[in-house]
Every structure is written in C-alpha cells, then in structure tokens.
C-alpha cells in the first residue's frame, strides 16, 4: 500500500484529494519541496523542512506545523510505505477563503538516478526568457518553470537557465546554476533564487578549499567570458554543462567543475551515510 500523510494523519493513496473547489489551488497559494532518500537514508531533511516553512513564510502562507512533527511524520511515511529510494515530496496549501483551511501532504515519488555519462560529459541547456515571482520561496507557481523545461525537452536539452528582464540569469527550473572563471566559483544572489539545499552545500564545501565564492548577477552576454558552467539540485547533485544553447564548451574545460563533484560527493557520503 502507498500511504499519503494528510495533517499528521496516514491515509490510504486515493483518499488524497484536493477539491476542485478548494482556492488555494485555483490561485497557485502552496509551497513545497522535496527530501531525497537514497538507501533508506535522508539527505539533508532538516535543510529541507526549514525551507519549506520559509517559503510558507515568504508567501504569507500562515500555518500550524511544526517541524518537529513534519520531521516525524516524514519517519512514519518512510516506515509504512517501506521506502528506500524515493523523494519525499511536501505539498502545503494555504486557506484562501475564510472556509479553508491550511493542508499539509506527504507523499513520496520515485526518485530520478542520471546517467553517469552525464556527470562526465555534461549536459546541454538552454536560455529562456522569464522570472518567477518572490524567487525565494518554493511555491507552486510552476507554469513558467513548465513552459521553459517544455522548451527545453524540445531542443534536446535537459534544463532551461531562467533570463529576467535585465538580461540576468536566475536559475534553471529546478536547479542552480554556477559559472567558474579563473578558478573562482560565480552563482545568483540569494535576492533572486530558490536557496537550493544543494547550492548551499556546494557554496560551504567550495570555502572549505579555499576556493572563491562570488555571488552576484550573470548577465546572459557574458557567458563566454567563463571557463565552465555546472546546475545543481536535490535529485541532480552537481551536474556539468557542455553547452548553452549554440555555444558548446571546450571538453576539458570542466577542471574546477569535477573537483566539486568530487568535494560533494564525499561530502555527503560522510553526512549521509557515515562513510
């Protein structure tokens, strides 16, 4: 049986509905994220959760969870649909009308494992113009996240980075993004993104081995003044580019890049699973 969690309560898979009623829905006021469990292990679900009220925060999602108890019924979803790899999936719809009120899912997913060839090669991507509203929360106004990776599949390519207005790029639809030049890594402030999990990982792992982190805007004219290009994720870890649109990178060029899949991995091997 696939068991949902429905406000702290386990019920059965098809009794998770949402009413096509329900306005919380109909104007996109939900929040959500992801936790990623690899071998019966969570990857960083505290990170996760407190993401997940932040959003809500952000938003003005008002709300009675708590993480500790998010945290625990994560556990008993993970008991009771015996899972070992999957994604955790949180769904939080606020109340849009007095009538409503707020409503937490838990449900679990399978979990996408990329090729390895992928993280050797790198992958391609592509620009699209567009940016999301309050950039910093995980809500789930995803039409324009849906419309770019539609682009995206259509030119073969795996993520599309997001362009604002000024020319700028945000993030992809789903991951980070990072550019190195001369050894030094360059991602989006804060101000302009999703504060990736893994993106926060990557930045602390990078300052460990002294390796520069400079956090500022990357106009979309500027890209082929970097060496490489790298996204990341929950499901995608650290993931290389060999091409941007058009503009396809130099094969041995991912010097920096590899060395941050390397640090990460060992990272979160240590964290995760105590190796």
Request: charge should be positive.
């Amino acid at each position: 049986m696939n068991y949902v969690i429905l406000n702290g309560k386990l019920i059965e898979k098809q009794e998770a509905t949402i009413s096509v009623f329900n306005k919380a829905m109909f104007f996109d006021f939900a929040v959500y994220d992801s936790v990623k469990i690899i071998k019966g292990k969570k990857f960083f679900p505290d990170f996760h959760v407190e993401r997940l009220i932040n959003s809500a925060k952000i938003i003005q999602l008002e709300h009675d969870f708590k993480k500790q108890d998010i945290m625990k019924w994560m556990d008993l979803l993970i008991e009771k649909n015996n899972l070992q790899d999957a994604l955790i999936r949180f769904l939080l719809l606020g109340a849009a009308s007095p009538e409503e009120k707020p409503q937490l899912f838990l449900f679990s997913l399978g979990v996408t494992f990329y090729n390895e060839k992928d993280y050797k090669k790198g992958i391609k991507v592509i620009t699209f113009k567009g940016e999301r509203t309050m950039p910093q929360s995980k809500s789930k106004d995803l039409f324009l996240n849906f419309i770019a990776l539609r682009e995206a599949s259509k030119h073969n390519a795996q993520d599309a980075l997001l362009i604002d207005s000024e020319g700028y790029i945000r993030e992809g639809t789903r991951t980070n993004f990072f550019a190195v030049k001369q050894g030094k890594l360059y991602t989006a402030p804060l101000s302009d993104v999703v504060g990736g999990i893994t993106r926060k990982i990557v930045i602390k792992i990078a300052k460990q081995n002294n390796i520069e982190v400079i956090e500022r805007k990357i106009h979309n004219n500027e890209l082929k003044d970097f060496d490489e290009f790298f996204i990341t994720s929950t499901s995608m870890n650290v993931l290389p580019i060999n091409q941007i649109n058009d503009y396809i990178l130099d094969k041995n060029s991912k010097v920096l890049t590899k060395k941050i899949i390397k640090l990460f991995k060992d990272y979160y091997h240590q964290e995760v699973f105590n190796d």
